[in-house]
């Protein structure tokens, strides 16, 4: 759905994207990259994650070594021939997460700016494969493309981003509302956003006000061309969440493991 800052109007994303494909060389460009780093980037495992999470009693599965006496003594009284994954262990189980990626559209989505938001978008996917991914973008107005409530193939993702047509202003605030608002939605204990710009804001109110009603916004500042790095920095910093400088889209995925961990 498309959303305006100045009149809240919600109209269909048809009147939004351009009805012409993007770019083939643009387009073959990204989802190359796309594919690429979602093969090599492979999902960690979050049913159980060390270092994380409440304390549950599983089977084990060679990864802790903290067993569960108790209950481990129950199930080999009923087996007596038992398999290693019939001892019972003590593991830290993350909770499922929400994720909505905020993607800065301003200007013309060409060069390296393709190649980071295509990174990020197949970074995110393969990393939150058990969890949920939302996807605003944004630019002096804001589109919904996909909803933590009904994952999107991140092709489609993809295609959707280059798809929307050039705008100039830049409204961060308007865009960190539209995700706020997206958050709020999701039953997930954990929620979060990420947001994707250059941080020149140019519309708006002040991006920083939206920023502290986060429980975790990280910053992804795009610094190829021209950007506003401590506005970046206060965004992060108040979205209780961390700055990380993009150069290109060979930064994205290792600074996303570095943003996500646990």
């Keep these: 759905m498309l959303l305006t800052a100045q009149t809240a109007r919600v109209t269909g994303l048809d009147e939004l994207l351009e009805d012409r494909a993007p770019d083939d060389e643009v387009a073959a460009m990204a989802q190359r990259i796309a594919r690429r780093l979602a093969v090599r980037r492979r999902p960690r495992d979050v049913r159980a994650e060390r270092g994380a999470g409440r304390l549950v009693s599983v089977p084990y599965r060679y990864r802790s070594d903290d067993i569960d006496l108790d209950r481990t003594i129950e199930v080999l009284a009923e087996r007596p021939y038992p398999e290693d994954t019939d001892i019972v262990v003590r593991e830290r189980m993350r909770a499922?997460?929400?994720?909505?990626?905020?993607?800065?559209?301003?200007?013309?989505?060409?060069?390296?700016?393709?190649?980071?938001?295509?990174?990020?978008?197949?970074?995110?996917?393969?990393?939150?494969?058990?969890?949920?991914?939302?996807?605003?973008?944004?630019?002096?107005?804001?589109?919904?493309?996909?909803?933590?409530?009904?994952?999107?193939?991140?092709?489609?993702?993809?295609?959707?981003?280059?798809?929307?047509?050039?705008?100039?202003?830049?409204?961060?605030?308007?865009?960190?509302?539209?995700?706020?608002?997206?958050?709020?939605?999701?039953?997930?204990?954990?929620?979060?956003?990420?947001?994707?710009?250059?941080?020149?804001?140019?519309?708006?109110?002040?991006?920083?006000e939206t920023a502290r009603r986060f429980d975790e916004l990280h910053v992804l500042c795009e610094t190829d061309g021209e950007h506003d790095a401590p506005l970046a920095r206060d965004i992060a910093r108040l979205g209780h969440g961390r700055y990380a400088p993009i150069a290109t889209h060979r930064d994205v995925a290792p600074t996303l493991n570095r943003l996500l961990v646990d």
Aim: charged letters at 20%; zero cysteines; a positive charge.
């Design 96 to 208: 499922p997460r929400a994720v909505v990626l905020v993607v800065d559209v301003s200007g013309s989505m060409r060069g390296e700016k393709v190649r980071i938001a295509a990174a990020t978008v197949a970074a995110l996917s393969a990393d939150l494969v058990h969890d949920t991914l939302g996807l605003v973008a944004f630019w002096s107005d804001a589109a919904l493309l996909a909803s933590v409530a009904k994952p999107v193939p991140p092709a489609r993702l993809l295609d959707q981003l280059l798809r929307i047509p050039a705008r100039g202003l830049t409204n961060v605030g308007f865009g960190l509302s539209v995700a706020r608002a997206e958050l709020a939605r999701s039953t997930a204990r954990r929620r979060t956003a990420v947001l994707l710009t250059d941080a020149v804001h140019n519309a708006g109110p002040d991006p920083r």
